[in-house]
């Protein structure tokens, strides 16, 4: 089955720490996003990559940055610039040749700074 | 910018009806989702409208009026597994495709 795979699913992390989540899908999309949740706000968007070796950043792009070297991946590192990064992460991939043309996410890592 | 606005939480009974409004104010506009999303999981598709009019499929529905910034997702018959987080997203007209925006959520209490 076609998917996206998020790993891990919990993750701690030290300040000063960088550390890098994957993310990668086997749906042969184009297109691949970061979003960040926390309690009580939407999804915000931290960065996206509409093609192989492109990116741009989001609304809340500071303290991460990512890389797109192959369409299946797209890794998101929060660096020690991030401030607050405790939340919960997802991945998506953007269907963008059938209707309804959505996205497709991963199940998510939680991020925790102890 | 963008700003979607949807109720925090809603709660009802087994087996009853219930509507998650969501309005929203964008620069443009290129479609409206709706996604389920169980507490510590992937948020899953359930709707999508670009056209005004109401979209059915099974058990949910979704309603979008565009000149009034207006949606809505309707879930009919509702079962103790429809508990979760409803999220309202909408694609920014300057975009032909992706970066959705994405409303705070509605948190759906069903009660036996």
């Known amino acids: 089955d076609g998917g996206i795979t998020q790993s891990p699913k919990y993750l701690f992390r030290k300040e000063g720490q960088n550390v890098t989540l994957s993310c990668e899908q086997n749906l042969n999309h184009d297109a691949m996003y970061w979003y960040r949740q926390d309690p009580g706000q939407g999804l915000r968007l931290i960065y996206y990559s509409q093609i192989v070796n492109d990116f741009q950043k989001g609304d809340i792009a500071e303290g991460y940055s990512v890389s797109r070297e192959k369409k299946e991946s797209f890794p998101l590192t929060v660096t020690s610039a991030q401030k607050n990064p405790t939340a919960f992460y997802l991945c998506?991939?953007?269907?963008?040749?059938?209707?309804?043309?959505?996205?497709?996410f991963g199940s998510g890592t939680r991020l925790t700074v102890v | 910018g963008q700003n979607i606005d949807q109720p925090t939480e809603m709660t009802a009974t087994e087996g009853a009806i219930v509507q998650i409004n969501c309005t929203y104010q964008?620069?443009?506009?290129?479609?409206l989702f709706w996604y389920q999303q169980h507490a510590g999981e992937a948020p899953t598709f359930l709707s999508y409208n670009v056209l005004d009019g109401l979209e059915e499929k099974g058990r949910f529905s979704s309603f979008l009026s565009r000149s009034k910034g207006y949606s809505y997702l309707l879930l009919k018959e509702l079962q103790m597994k429809d508990s979760a987080s409803y999220l309202c997203?909408?694609?920014?007209?300057?975009?032909?495709?992706?970066?959705?925006?994405f409303g705070a959520g509605t948190q759906v209490v069903v009660t036996p």
């Open positions: 964008t620069s443009g506009f290129n479609g």
């Open positions: 997203a909408v694609r920014d007209g300057s975009d032909s495709w992706g970066k959705l925006q």
């Open positions: 998506a991939a953007e269907n963008r040749d059938t209707p309804p043309y959505g996205y497709t």
